[in-house]
């Protein structure tokens, strides 16, 4: 039989729909993303846990050593204080003290910070988590920061902290995710990892260009750590797009290490 030829309306092609295999992908990755998001995003809610955990450690670090109350409770954390506990400085490439591309990311200025970057984490993260899972999630985040901090260093800022690093690196990875995978997924849930993804991206990072007080080097640092490392990533709702367990298990590994590595100073 000779091949059917194109629909026409009002004199121009119409786009035939989708094959059925096709359609059988995009529902088979609809429904293992669906299955994903019903479950607990653990890995996520231990980062955030995690961070919170050491901004209260902080917060009585900084009331022992003799700051004010309020200044405690309701402002910024003694700027020595968070030298000593691990914040990103300008003379860590001197030192050597390469421990603090991790550690500056679990540390914040107040509660306001803490909470700014605990709210994109756990947003961004939940999705992440459905799409590489958690152990992934925790390498991206401490990649990212690490990133971040190289950014924050290149740009000249003189003291860093907060997990806005790590969480644009969680972006970065939604961006890689749509870049690569995208294809795969309906059109309507391809849009959140690309057109309804970038104004959040842009957005913020302008704002970082506006507030001088924001370190959009770390920002930046964060994103393109983020990119780079989720293009590598296969996925778990995608057909034929999963690494193999060697890889997963590695993942875990090194998540697991660059942990214990960011918490070295605290448990010294």
């Not at 983020?226 to 996925?235: K, W």
Request: glycine share 14%; charged share 20%.
């Amino acid at each position: 039989m000779g091949r059917r030829p194109p629909a026409r309306a009002f004199g121009k092609v119409v786009v035939s729909p989708p094959d059925s295999k096709t359609e059988r992908s995009w529902e088979r990755a609809e429904k293992r993303l669906d299955y994903y998001l019903r479950d607990r995003p653990r890995g996520t809610q231990a980062l955030c846990a995690l961070l919170s955990a050491t901004y209260l450690w902080s917060c009585v670090e900084d009331f022992l050593g003799g700051q004010a109350v309020w200044r405690v409770v309701g402002w910024n954390r003694s700027p020595e204080l968070l030298k000593a506990l691990g914040a990103r400085t300008r003379d860590l490439a001197r030192h050597g003290e390469w421990d603090r591309l991790f550690e500056y990311g679990m540390l914040h200025w107040n509660l306001g910070h803490l909470l700014m970057n605990v709210s994109a984490i756990w947003a961004v993260g939940e999705v992440l988590e459905a799409v590489y899972g958690p152990g992934r999630v925790w390498l991206l985040f401490f990649v990212s920061s690490a990133c971040g901090g190289v950014g924050s260093w290149l740009a000249g800022g003189e003291l860093t902290v907060g997990a806005s690093g790590g969480a644009f690196g969680l972006l970065g990875a939604m961006v890689a995710f749509g870049w690569r995978w995208g294809g795969k997924l309906h059109p309507h849930t391809r849009r959140w990892f690309g057109t309804l993804l970038w104004p959040w991206v842009v957005g913020n990072l302008a704002l970082g260009f506006i507030l001088p007080f924001i370190d959009n080097g770390a920002h930046i640092g964060g994103l393109l750590g983020g990119m780079a490392l989720g293009a590598t990533y296969g996925n778990r709702i995608t057909d034929n797009s999963e690494s193999g367990d060697v890889v997963r298990w590695l993942t875990r590994g090194a998540a697991a290490a660059l942990t214990l590595l960011a918490l070295s100073r605290f448990l010294r």
